[in-house]
Nanobody, 124 residues
Framework: VQLQASGGGLVQAGGSLRLSCAAS????????VAWFRQAPGKEREFLAA????????HYTDSVKGRFTISRDNAENTVYLQLNSLKPEDTAVYYC??????????????????WGQGTLVTVSS
């Protein structure tokens, strides 16, 4: 599956953005799509994930209640809604697809398809 991420931009603190990850190619019920981000000088950080075949979602604690992952099957697109943005949310945001084990859905090493990244900049 190939992924195309979009929707990043410059926003003021407290603002919102919606990122999109358009998938082309075949997906399966156990295909997981996740969002990660990487800020300069920092490691890639897991944000949220869901599998194509169910509505279960997974979030890292730091974004629970602010970020929401969702899926549009008809459009073959996964979204990440970013609300109440903070300057520390500034990073390149990536979507990725793979088949991670249930207990390892947060680990980047289990995702073998990555989108090109979209930059989110939050000004104070």
């Amino acid at each position: 599956v190939q992924l195309q991420a979009s929707g990043g931009g410059l926003v003021q603190a407290g603002g919102s953005l919606r990122l999109s990850c358009a998938a082309s190619g075949r997906t399966f019920p156990n295909t997981a799509v996740a969002w990660f981000r990487q800020a300069p000088g920092k490691e890639r950080e897991f944000l949220a994930a869901m599998r194509w075949g169910n509505e279960n979602t997974h979030y890292t604690d730091s974004v629970k209640g602010r970020f929401t992952i969702s899926r549009d099957n008809a459009e073959n697109t996964v979204y990440l809604q970013l609300n109440s943005l903070k300057p520390e949310d500034t990073a390149v945001y990536y979507c990725a697809a793979g088949y991670p084990p249930r207990l390892s859905i947060t680990a980047p090493r289990h995702y073998n398809n990555w989108g090109q990244g979209t930059l989110v900049t939050v000004s104070s």
